[in-house]
């Protein structure tokens, strides 16, 4: 059997992935019984970060300890990851010692060459393609709150950017319907918006795809790497603010997810942030629980 990997929703089929989502939410309810469960005892994952992170990190590192496995921090500055060792390299030997290895880097194509040689499992903990442990840690949260999302309509304001990938796989992925409100200049990769077919609708303006959504999603405007452009964007964006107003038009009932960190009163406003309607420390909490439901599937 071929070494399983998960770089993108896609990875996965539309029933594994539901049914990973319903273990999340199982072992979140065991989690919080205070109930033991250590099917990764003796198993490490290896985590390679090219690319800062909070959530990503504590997350992985909780979740392995707390399936009763371990995690090693990698950084390009202790490792030859840094120093010019081809990747390939890398990969073959890494996996003969760990059990999986988890990629947090830019070029989403550097995931793929590690994959293609590693004898473990990868996962991709975002790259400048794909986000898609967010997206498990999303649907699980919508899961919690709504039920199924299959036939709901998402609107995603801001930037065409890895998550705006993400969720365009997630709406094949799930079956939901999927508004693109962004710049033109800014828009989401035609290789990844052509086979999600009419899954998704492009729009203009911010209010054109929040009108009657049940769910509303946004992300910063420049993302980590992008710093030099954030003047620039600021301007290009003011008009793809997840605000109060905006969001009245949504369904009455409408969530607001945001991955975080979030730049209050950029892309979107305090008070929707922190509002009724939003659901992101709940998300935030999610990227455990379904990350633990992932790591027992691929390395259990």
């Not at 550097?110 to 903990?125: D, K, L």
């Not at 405007?221 to 003047?231: K, N």
């Not at 008009?239 to 009455?252: I, N, R």
Request: charged letters at 25%.
């Amino acid at each position: 059997m071929s070494t399983r990997h998960f770089l993108s929703l896609l990875d996965l089929a539309p029933q594994t992935l539901q049914d990973l989502l319903a273990r999340a939410i199982e072992l979140k309810k065991w989690l919080r019984a205070d109930k033991a469960h250590t099917p990764l005892a003796q198993k490490t994952l290896a985590m390679v970060f090219d690319k800062s992170s909070t959530r990503t990190r504590v997350s992985f590192e909780t979740g392995m300890i707390q399936l009763g496995g371990q995690a090693l921090f990698l950084s390009p500055r202790d490792t030859q990851f840094g120093r010019g060792e081809p990747i390939e390299d890398s990969a073959r030997v890494l996996s003969r010692m760990v059990d999986a290895v988890l990629i947090r880097t830019y070029e989403h194509a550097n995931v793929e060459t590690f994959a293609a040689h590693s004898s473990v499992p990868v996962i991709n903990g975002l790259t400048d393609r794909y986000h898609p442990c967010q997206l498990l840690a999303d649907m699980q949260t919508w899961l919690e709150h709504r039920g199924s999302i299959r036939g709901a309509t998402v609107a995603w304001v801001g930037d065409g950017n890895n998550m705006c990938h993400s969720y365009i796989n997630a709406a094949r992925q799930f079956d939901f319907q999927l508004n693109i409100a962004c710049p033109e200049k800014y828009s989401p990769k035609a290789y990844v918006l052509e086979p999600a077919g009419d899954r998704i609708r492009l729009m203009g303006e911010a209010a054109a795809a929040v009108d009657g959504a049940d769910l509303v999603v946004t992300d910063v405007w420049a993302s980590m790497g992008q710093e030099q452009e954030a003047d620039e964007r600021l301007d290009v964006f003011k008009a793809y603010q997840v605000s109060e107003s905006l969001m009245a038009l949504a369904s009455k009932d409408a969530l607001f997810m945001h991955c975080l960190p979030a730049h209050r009163d950029e892309e979107v406003t305090e008070a929707v942030l922190n509002g009724p309607q939003s659901v992101v420390w709940d998300e935030a909490e999610n990227r455990l629980h379904a990350q633990k439901a992932l790591l027992e599937m691929l390395m259990g």
